[in-house]
């Protein structure tokens, strides 16, 4: 629908879309790269978008002000594994080493990227293979396959003929919510939905997910700020 800037200190620069499913207006400040969205209903006029728009400017400033920005994955920058940030260093050899709050990666440093992408790709299938098989045994269920993918809209997903995926992105975060994430997948082998019965299978595979569901909601976009390309 376009786009327009919000005069200020800084200049805000506000995506316009319409939405004829939207039942009012509402105003969304991505985690990730701070990309602002106004939606309106299709039978709001723009000018009444911009009257709201500036209404919500205290509001729209102060959420801008707490957006971190994305993180170039390189020599000299922070990256958690584990959720433990580590500083990403050259190094010598032929594969990344973890140290003490250091990752040593070989190599010319415009491939250090690639490289610590491949290395987080295979930790992140070992721990996720040891959780499912684990939480698949004990509950009583085998899976088709596992792969891995680098999705914004999901942490994982069950298919019907047993195929569980998962986001790599899950070894960046703390160990108890990638847990929670494979004992969820897991579960959905015996309960295709999230109904009362799926949820109590969380919990007896897992205990109580709670903590590490709210640790997801409130935090897992910060896991897509590292930029690997």
């Known amino acids: 629908m376009g786009q327009i800037t919000l005069a200020g200190n800084p200049l805000i620069a506000v995506q316009l879309r319409r939405s004829a499913r939207a039942r009012r207006l509402s105003l969304r400040v991505s985690r990730l790269d701070g990309r602002v969205t106004l939606t309106l209903p299709n039978a709001v006029p723009e000018a009444e978008g911009v009257a709201f728009l500036r209404a919500k400017e205290d509001w729209l400033r102060g959420q801008l ?3 971190s920005g994305p993180v170039r994955v390189g020599p000299g920058a922070r990256l958690p594994v584990e959720g433990v940030p ?5 190094g010598s050899g032929r594969t990344v080493r973890q140290e003490a709050g250091v990752l040593l990666v070989p190599g010319p440093e415009q491939q250090a990227a690639a490289r610590l992408k491949g290395w987080l790709r295979t930790r992140a299938r070992d721990r ?3 959780a499912s098989d684990r939480y698949a045994a004990r509950l009583g269920r085998g899976y088709s396959r596992l792969t891995l993918r680098d999705t914004r809209s999901r942490w994982g997903s069950c298919t019907h003929d047993g195929g569980l995926m998962y986001s790599w992105r899950l070894i960046l975060g ?3 919510v990638l847990d929670y ?3 969820h997948e897991v579960a959905h082998l015996a309960h295709m939905n999230h109904s009362a019965a799926f949820w109590r299978q969380v919990e007896a595979l897992y205990g109580d997910w709670r903590a590490p569901r709210k640790w997801l909601k409130d935090h897992g976009t910060e896991l897509h700020r590292y930029r690997f390309d």
Do not use: N
Not at 86 to 90: A, F, Q, W
């Open 181 to 183: 994430v494979a004992a």
């Open 174 to 176: 703390h160990p108890e």
């Open 65 to 67: 002000a707490d957006v």
């Open 86 to 90: 580590h500083e990403i260093r050259s």
């Open 128 to 130: 996720l293979s040891e």
